[in-house]
């Protein structure tokens, strides 16, 4: 499996972005999905996932209520529509996948096999 994440760039804080995972190498639409995002430094720090059907879906505390995660139907493209974007936002966004094991959403970066190579997002006041 081999996942892409585009989308990122430079906004101004209280703008949006809408940050695309592309998957290939297999049909994946059995694999739980997720993002997660580093800053220089720093551990990896759980975004969002949706499961592999995207009918569950969970959200780390900084950011709920402002991302939403979703996934196409053929479970080829996952997004992170993110709004409301803060300068702590910034950081360097992953995508991650897995065969779900266990019916819960993994939140750490254990729980994830497959991962891209990240896309910056740079928030500015």
């Known amino acids: 499996v081999q996942l892409e994440e585009s989308g990122g760039g430079l906004v101004q804080a209280g703008g949006s972005l809408k940050l695309t995972c592309a998957a290939s190498g297999r049909p994946y639409s059995n694999l739980n999905m997720a993002w997660f995002r580093q800053v220089p430094g720093k551990e990896r720090e759980f975004v969002a996932a949706?499961?592999?059907?995207?009918?569950?879906?969970a959200y780390g505390d900084p950011v709920k209520d402002r991302l939403t995660v979703s996934r196409d139907t053929d479970g080829n493209t996952m997004w992170l529509q993110m709004n409301d974007l803060k300068p702590e936002d910034t950081a360097v966004y992953f995508c991650?996948?897995?065969?779900?094991?266990?019916?819960?959403?993994?939140?750490?970066?254990?729980?994830?096999?497959?991962w891209g190579q990240g896309t910056r997002v740079t928030v500015s006041l």
């Open positions: 949706i499961s592999w059907s995207g009918g569950v879906t």
């Open positions: 991650a996948a897995v065969d779900p094991i266990v019916a819960t959403l993994g939140r750490s970066p254990h729980d994830y096999d497959y």
